[in-house]
């Protein structure tokens, strides 16, 4: 109906029809076309809540927060059920930190023997076949020599008949290398470890040749047969056993009794190998 103007929550009682708290000359109580009026003490009988002033977007109880388009949907801090004593809950995050960069050689080498723990993490998903069979290969070379008998029939030997022998007893050694780190790796897959292959025969290559290596260096002087390169090569071999056990726990994610054990075969190889014969 033209002339209709609609009163709706409005006091007809107020002067000029108008809700007490929107009177004319009522403080804050007239706003113009387009702009909410300021909010009284309370509302009229039958306004809404919200009718007059702007909609108040809180984060209080009850009260609703607004998100503008192409704000990230998440809030804050996480959601934490339970309180306080009840871990927070972040949907694919990993168990497990990952690992750093590849090293480069230099650092691999230097990172077994100085920091070993740190090393051992860090080359836990990185192949370093370059590194591990050219230091085991030239390990090889040398070992022939670590024998007492074996070093007099080489040095004996003609240059070309000694040659085949050092190689072949170097591939020999290496292959060796490769096989009791791939039955390493399969004991700790079996005792529940998850890591790969071909880094946990890298690093089992590296600990064997690096940690033989200062019983080899006098053995080439001493002998193998000498008292203290016997006692060495003992020490040696508890050094192996230790860096090996915390090779496999680090890399498998296993308890060192367990990386213990998948290493064990291994290790007694590695004693009746090179150790035992020297007695």
């Given at each position: 109906m033209a002339g209709y103007e609609n009163r709706r929550?409005?006091?007809?009682?107020?002067?000029?029809?108008?809700?007490?708290?929107?009177?004319?000359?009522?403080?804050?109580?007239?706003?113009?076309?387009?702009q909410y009026a300021a909010p009284g003490p309370y509302p009229a009988p039958g306004e809404p809540e919200y009718f007059g002033r702007p909609p108040a977007y809180d984060d209080a109880p009850g009260q609703?927060?607004?998100?503008?388009?192409?704000?990230?949907?998440?809030?804050?801090?996480?959601?934490?059920?339970?309180?306080?004593n009840v871990a927070t809950y972040r949907a694919g995050q990993p168990s497990a930190p990952p690992a750093g960069p590849r090293l480069h050689w230099k650092d691999l080498l230097s990172g077994i023997?100085?920091?070993?723990?740190?090393?051992?993490?860090?080359?836990?998903?990185?192949t370093m076949w370059a590194p591990a069979l050219?230091?085991?290969?030239?390990?090889?070379?040398?070992?022939?020599?670590?024998?007492?008998?074996?070093?007099?029939d080489i040095l004996d030997a003609t240059l070309s008949a000694s040659i085949p022998w050092v190689?072949?007893?170097?591939?020999?050694?290496?292959?060796?290398?490769?096989?009791?780190?791939?039955?390493?790796?399969?004991?700790?897959?079996?005792?529940?470890?998850?890591?790969?292959?071909?880094?946990?025969?890298?690093?089992?290559?590296?600990?064997t040749s690096l940690t033989d290596a200062p019983r080899l260096l006098f053995a080439l002087f001493l002998g193998g047969g000498n008292g203290f390169v016997q006692l060495l090569g003992w020490l040696t071999w508890l050094a192996c056993a230790a860096l090996m056990t915390s090779m496999v726990?680090?890399?498998?994610?296993?308890?060192?009794?367990?990386?213990?054990?998948?290493?064990?075969?291994?290790?007694?190889?590695?004693?009746?190998l090179f150790k035992l014969p020297l007695i």
């Open positions: 929550g409005q006091d007809p009682n107020a002067p000029g029809g108008y809700p007490p708290h929107q009177a004319p000359g009522h403080p804050g109580s007239y706003a113009a076309p387009g609703t927060r607004a998100f503008t388009m192409g704000e990230p949907a998440q809030l804050a801090e996480p959601y934490a059920y339970g309180g306080d023997v100085l920091r070993p723990g740190r090393t051992f993490w860090q080359m836990r998903d990185h050219i230091v085991t290969f030239v390990y090889g070379l040398l070992a022939v020599f670590g024998f007492d008998a074996a070093r007099s190689v072949t007893t170097a591939i020999a050694v290496t292959l060796c290398g490769l096989t009791l780190g791939a039955v390493t790796n399969t004991l700790a897959r079996q005792l529940g470890g998850d890591g790969a292959w071909a880094p946990t025969v890298g690093l089992a290559l590296l600990i726990a680090k890399s498998h994610d296993l308890p060192w009794l367990k990386a213990l054990g998948a290493s064990s075969i291994q290790l007694l190889a590695l004693l009746m």
